[in-house]
């Protein structure tokens, strides 16, 4: 919701009809306007029980570089309406301002709700925007993605003049840009406390399955914050080979068997930067690629995996020889193989 209807003209507010207060609260377009108006009034406020949300576009600067003004303008243009798209379905939340690629949210601006239901929203929020990515990269031509930070404290909001700009001002702003910093892209991170004021009620299997473990991080010019990430499950399977004619063979049969979309990755590097940045429903991982075994990249994820996630990604191993050796050496590391000697046979499929 943009917050500023009706504040830009100089002098005072005109005075709304009463007519406006009585709009039926299904109208929540007509409600929330009347009510930021009467909030702000040019007067500077404090905001107790905020909850901020910082965004920012993975790899804009590299996307600018050979788009024209026009192409940036109208690329931002659609991916602002994305989000207020978004924003509108949610109560006091606000899109207070978008500069270059970088995007606040503000849940509680009008200190409708207590704090539990304005993280709620806001974790709401990142989660429909992160569920969405599809879209963000779509209008990106596909080269982007987002991080987001949260976090909960006092805000004071006002105008500052020459030229005049709303703005909002307190640490929880930069606690905020500092935890989607640390983000990986297509994640949003959460402090601990924040996290803490979701009542039980709150916390259902969708959040559940999306937020990791707390861990003490060190965050630039805020020091040791206890914080969490969230990440997107894709109900899809990711298909790990160097060999493109078993990628195809894997993604007809996976298709079918498990009537799954599938996601293909050639490399080490980025299969394993995708299975950081979400979980999948499983994971089909060739033992070698380009002669290189994933033994040490697959232990170093399950390590990772261990410190900042509650769920375990499923992966399934699959060569052409699977024999003893393969079954011990990736015994705690696995949760199924396929042979590729028999990759056409329904059977060879582990059920998910």
């Not at 930021?36 to 576009?57: G, L, R």
């Not at 995007?103 to 806001?122: A, C, P, Q, S």
């Not at 700009?165 to 601990?192: V, W």
């Not at 298709?255 to 429903?281: A, D, G, P, R, W």
Request: proline share 3%.
């Amino acid at each position: 919701m943009n917050i500023f209807h009706n504040l830009f003209s100089k002098g005072k507010p005109k005075e709304k009809p009463k007519e406006k207060h009585k709009t039926n609260q299904k109208n929540c377009k007509q409600t929330r306007v009347s009510t930021e108006f009467d909030i702000t009034s040019y007067v500077p406020t404090n905001h107790k029980n905020a909850c901020i949300c910082m965004i920012d576009i993975v790899n804009f600067s590299k996307w600018c570089n050979d788009k024209t003004p026009e192409t940036i303008y109208s690329t931002m243009t659609a991916y602002n309406s994305f989000l207020s798209d978004l924003i509108e379905q949610y109560e006091d939340v606000d899109k207070i301002e978008l500069v270059g690629d970088s995007v606040l949210i503000m849940g509680g601006f009008r200190n409708t709700f207590d704090i539990h239901k304005n993280v709620l929203n806001i974790v709401q929020l990142a989660i429909s925007i992160l569920s969405d990515i599809e879209k963000i990269k779509e209008i990106f031509d596909g080269t982007t993605s987002v991080r987001i930070g949260i976090h909960t404290g006092d805000i004071y909001s006002g105008f500052i003049e020459n030229p005049r700009k709303f703005q909002l001002f307190g640490n929880s702003i930069n606690i905020a840009s500092r935890l989607e910093s640390y983000s990986l892209p297509g994640t949003f991170s959460i402090s601990s406390t924040t996290f803490k004021h979701l009542k039980s009620d709150d916390i259902s299997t969708c959040i559940k399955q999306v937020i990791g473990k707390p861990k003490m991080s060190v965050l630039k010019g805020v020091g040791a914050i206890d914080c969490m990430m969230g990440f997107l499950n894709m109900n899809k399977i990711l298909i790990a080979d160097d060999d493109n004619f078993h990628l195809q063979i894997f993604n007809k049969m996976c298709s079918k068997i498990y009537e799954l979309e599938c996601v293909q990755s050639n490399t080490i590097h980025q299969t394993f930067k995708l299975m950081k940045e979400n979980t999948y429903t499983a994971c089909i991982l060739d033992v070698h690629f380009i002669d290189t075994c994933v033994l040490s990249t697959l232990q170093e994820f399950r390590n990772w995996e261990t410190i900042y996630r509650n769920k375990r990604q499923k992966v399934i191993l699959t060569t052409s020889d699977i024999d003893n050796a393969i079954r011990n050496l990736y015994a705690n590391l696995v949760d199924g193989y396929i042979n590729k000697n028999n990759i056409y046979e329904y059977e060879s499929y582990p059920p998910l």
